[in-house]
């Protein structure tokens, strides 16, 4: 008999614990593990998305997969458990002012200014070390998805105006009749 394919989970919204505090990291490299990245790469299809943290859909974990294109528009697909983010010094550092979105505040989205470059490190889902290096929208990903697991959504990267403003329209969409 086929294994059944991966469940998928729903997506935490903003404002739900999980999403506003720092992760565990990961201790075991098990079937456990392998079993939510399979979800995780599920969910984050089935929402249409490029990246998606653990706590996004409800794990208290540093996990975080993705799915998404370099500067060069060549896709990029993997899994960083455990993940440790390094960003160009300040004097090599590019700003890419681009809009940003989030599957946990669906619809909206802002400016933010993020390196445009960035790598991260840590381990696959089996524990071998991994280190992937991001330009364009990988970059952002990576920043994006690292800061979801120290608690952080983009929004708390805005200036107050903005994050008021990107709140607000969240509010009226899930408040939206159907």
Not at 39 to 51: C, E, L
Not at 125 to 140: C, D, E, I, K, Q
Not at 141 to 166: F, K, M, N, S, W
Request: proline share 9%; aromatic share 4%.
């Amino acid at each position: 008999m086929p294994d059944a394919p991966p469940t998928t989970r729903p997506i935490t919204l903003v404002g739900t614990p999980v999403l506003h505090r720092p992760c565990r990291a990961v201790e075991h490299f098990d079937d456990d593990l392998a079993r939510l990245v399979e979800t995780m790469f599920a969910s984050m299809y089935s929402a249409r998305g490029v990246g998606l943290a653990a706590n996004q859909v409800g794990v208290d974990l540093r996990v975080f997969v993705y799915d998404c294109p370099d500067e060069d528009r060549v896709f990029h697909k993997g899994v960083v458990v455990n993940p440790i983010l390094r960003l160009p010094g300040r004097r090599d550092r590019r700003l890419d002012d681009d809009r940003e979105g989030c599957l946990s505040v669906p619809g909206c989205s802002a400016p933010l200014p993020r390196p445009d470059r960035a790598v991260c490190d840590g381990f696959d889902v089996t524990g071998a070390p991994v280190t992937v290096h991001g330009t364009g929208l990988l970059a952002r990903c990576l920043q994006h998805e690292t800061d979801h697991l120290d608690g952080l959504l983009y929004i708390d990267r805005l200036p107050a105006a903005a994050r008021r403003a990107v709140l607000a329209e969240h509010d009226q969409r899930q408040n939206a009749p159907a």
